[in-house]
C-alpha cells in the first residue's frame, strides 16, 4: 500500500508516526495549564510560587534587570543586541510577557542597541542591594510559551546570588531554535576555564503553546524534564553548583544569530513560576 492511495485517516496516523517526537496527537496548551506538584520523587514544600495574576508585576518577588542594574541592562558577554527596560515586562490576562521590540535603545552604559526586550530575575535592584530571593537546591519549574520568530534566545535560568558566573544552571533555552530546547550546566573546570554540559529536546513545536520546563537541583545530581518528562540528568560531582542561585526568565536577542530582516518583534508568555524544596 503507498501512502498516495492510503485512506485520510491512515495518511494522518503516517503523519503522526514521522511528527511523533513533536508530540503529535496532544494539542499544544495555548492557555497556561494549571501547576503540577514536582514530577522528581520525594517530600518537597513549596518555597516559591507566582501564578501572575492581577494586572502588574510583584515588586516583591521580582525585579526587571540583572544585579548590575542601572535603568536598564543587558548581557555584554554575549553581545546580545537588546537593552532590557521594565516597559517591556507586562502582567495580564493570568501570564507574564516579555516583549521584545527592533527599536533603538541607548544604554546607560554609553552603548545603543537595535531591540529594546524584557526579562525578569528574583535577584536585587541594584548591585548593593539584597536579592529578593535565593535557592540552593530545589525543583524549578515554570510554564512557558516561547516566541516563533528567529533570532531571540528565550531563556529560564538560574545564576549566582553571588554575580558571577559560572556557576550557572539553564533549565531550558531556545539556542537558535524554536523546536529544540538546550539544557545545560555550567562550572568552572580544574584550570579555571569554563565548562558546560548540555541535553537538548526535540523536535516540538514549541511556539505553539505552553510547555512546563523543570529542572530538578539535588547535591549529587541534576535532571531535567519537559512536561513531566526527565529529558537530560547529570551525576558527575564538579558539574552540579553548591550555592545561592537567583531566578531568571530572558528574552535575549541576536545570539547566536540576530533575528532576519522582517522580524520586528517577538514576545514571551510565562503562565506561572514555582519552586519547591526538601
Not at 558577554?77 to 501570564?95: A, D, I
Not at 519549574?141 to 538560574?158: E, Y
Not at 531556545?174 to 530546547?181: A, C, D, K
Request: charged share 15%.
Amino acid at each position: 500500500m503507498t501512502v498516495r492511495r492510503a485512506r485520510p485517516a491512515l495518511r494522518a496516523l503516517a503523519a503522526c508516526l514521522l511528527a511523533v517526537a513533536a508530540g503529535c496527537g496532544a494539542p499544544a496548551a495555548t492557555t497556561p495549564p494549571a501547576p503540577p506538584a514536582p514530577a522528581a520523587p520525594g517530600h518537597w514544600h513549596q518555597v516559591f510560587a507566582d501564578d501572575f495574576g492581577g494586572s502588574r508585576l510583584d515588586p516583591a518577588k521580582w525585579t526587571t534587570c540583572y544585579d548590575w542594574n542601572r535603568g536598564g541592562c543587558t548581557n555584554s558577554t554575549n553581545h546580545e543586541l537588546q537593552w532590557y527596560l521594565p516597559g517591556q515586562v507586562t502582567v495580564g490576562g493570568g501570564k507574564l510577557t516579555l516583549t521584545a521590540q527592533r527599536r533603538t535603545t541607548k544604554g546607560t552604559d554609553g552603548h545603543t542597541y537595535p531591540w529594546t526586550s524584557g526579562m525578569v530575575s528574583t535577584g536585587r535592584d541594584s548591585w548593593n542591594a539584597t536579592p529578593r530571593s535565593t535557592f540552593t537546591y530545589g525543583y524549578f519549574a515554570a510554564a512557558v510559551r516561547i516566541p516563533s520568530q528567529g533570532g531571540m534566545l528565550p531563556a529560564f535560568w538560574l545564576m549566582p546570588a553571588s554575580r558571577h558566573t559560572p556557576p550557572e544552571l539553564d533549565v531550558a533555552e531556545g539556542l537558535g531554535s524554536t523546536t529544540t530546547v538546550r539544557m545545560t550546566t555550567h562550572w568552572k573546570g580544574h584550570d579555571g576555564t569554563e565548562q558546560s554540559a548540555a541535553g537538548h529536546y526535540g523536535p516540538v513545536d514549541f511556539p505553539a503553546g505552553y510547555h512546563v520546563f523543570a529542572l530538578d537541583w539535588e547535591p549529587t545530581s541534576l535532571t531535567w524534564y519537559v512536561d513531566g518528562t526527565p529529558r537530560f540528568r547529570v551525576t558527575s560531582a564538579q558539574q552540579i553548583p553548591h550555592v545561592p542561585m537567583e531566578v531568571l526568565l530572558t528574552l535575549a536577542v541576536g545570539y547566536p544569530s540576530p533575528p532576519p530582516p522582517g522580524v520586528d518583534s517577538a514576545a514571551m508568555s510565562v503562565g506561572w513560576v514555582d519552586v519547591w524544596q526538601h
